[in-house]
C-alpha cells in the first residue's frame, strides 16, 4: 500500500475520443481496491494552462497523453509510489497492493515487454509503430524518492525528445528499472490467452468500444465493466 496510508495515486492517460475508456479504466481501479486511491484523469488541455505541459501540438501522436504521461511524478509531488496507466486497460485485481512489493533502489517498474506488433493499424486508424521498449511506459510505477525520478521535471518533459522519454534514457542506470510480471499490462492480440485473467488488461490495438475490435480477447469482461458504470451513472441521474 501507499506510504503512511496515504492514497495511491494513479493518474489515467485521458484523450476526449476515448472518454468511455477512461470511465471503464477508473471504474475497475476503484472497484477493486482495498486501500486508499486516487484516480485522476490527464488531461492536456489542463496541463497546458496550468503552464506545466508547452510542446507544439504533435499530429502524429496516437494519443493526447502520449508524453503528459511522464508528468505523473510531478504532479504526484509525493516522496512515495504513483501510478500512470493508459487509458486502454482494465484491472480485475486490487492496484494498492502492489507498492508494498517494490523495492525503493528502483526508480521505476514497468513490464519490460519485447515483442513485434503483429497488426500494422490500431485503435481508431492508427498506424502501429515499433520502437525499443514499446509499451514499457504504457503502465508506470515511479518511486517519487529516486533522485532520477526527481529530476524528472516538467521542463526536461518539455525537453526531451520522444524516444529519450519512451526509452527511459532519463534513468541514468538500467539497473534502476524493475520489471512487473505480465500480468500487469497484459497486452491483448499480442500474447495468447492465459488460462488465468491477468490483473491489468491492455487493449493496446484497440478494444470493445471500437466497433472493429468488438471480438477481442478480454471483450466480454470489459463490456460487463461498462454495464457497472452506466447502471451507477443511471442511478446517480
Known amino acids: 500500500m501507499s506510504d503512511h496510508g496515504k492514497p495511491l495515486k494513479v493518474f489515467v492517460g485521458y484523450d476526449p475520443r476515448e472518454d468511455i475508456a477512461w470511465e471503464v479504466c477508473r471504474h475497475s481501479l476503484l472497484r477493486h481496491a482495498t486501500g486508499p486511491?486516487?484516480?485522476?484523469?490527464?488531461?492536456?488541455?489542463?496541463?497546458?494552462?496550468?503552464?506545466?505541459?508547452?510542446?507544439?501540438?504533435?499530429?502524429?501522436?496516437?494519443?493526447?497523453?502520449?508524453?503528459?504521461?511522464?508528468?505523473?511524478?510531478?504532479?504526484?509531488?509525493?516522496?512515495?509510489?504513483?501510478?500512470?496507466?493508459?487509458?486502454?486497460?482494465?484491472f480485475t485485481g486490487d492496484i494498492t497492493a502492489l507498492p508494498a512489493s517494490l523495492d525503493d533502489d528502483k526508480a521505476i517498474y514497468v513490464v519490460q515487454h519485447d515483442y513485434q506488433p503483429h497488426h500494422q493499424i490500431k485503435m481508431d486508424g492508427k498506424a502501429q509503430t515499433t520502437y525499443p521498449r514499446k509499451n514499457w511506459s504504457s503502465f508506470m510505477v515511479f518511486n517519487g524518492r529516486h533522485s532520477d525520478v526527481k529530476a524528472l521535471t516538467p521542463d526536461l518533459v518539455n525537453s526531451a525528445t520522444p524516444a529519450q522519454l519512451h526509452r527511459f534514457e532519463w534513468i541514468r542506470d538500467d539497473a534502476h528499472i524493475g520489471s512487473l510480471d505480465r500480468t500487469w499490462n497484459f497486452l491483448v492480440g499480442e500474447y495468447d490467452r492465459p488460462e488465468q485473467l491477468p490483473t491489468a488488461i491492455h487493449y493496446t490495438n484497440g478494444g470493445p468500444w471500437f466497433d472493429e475490435w468488438r471480438e477481442v480477447d478480454f471483450a466480454r469482461e470489459w463490456l460487463e465493466e461498462l454495464q457497472r458504470v452506466e447502471s451507477r451513472q443511471a442511478e446517480a441521474a
Open 37 to 90: 486511491i486516487e484516480v485522476i484523469p490527464l488531461k492536456q488541455p489542463a496541463l497546458r494552462e496550468l503552464g506545466l505541459y508547452r510542446r507544439p501540438k504533435d499530429v502524429t501522436a496516437s494519443t493526447d497523453f502520449s508524453l503528459t504521461r511522464f508528468l505523473t511524478p510531478y504532479l504526484a509531488a509525493d516522496d512515495g509510489w504513483a501510478v500512470f496507466v493508459d487509458c486502454d486497460f482494465l
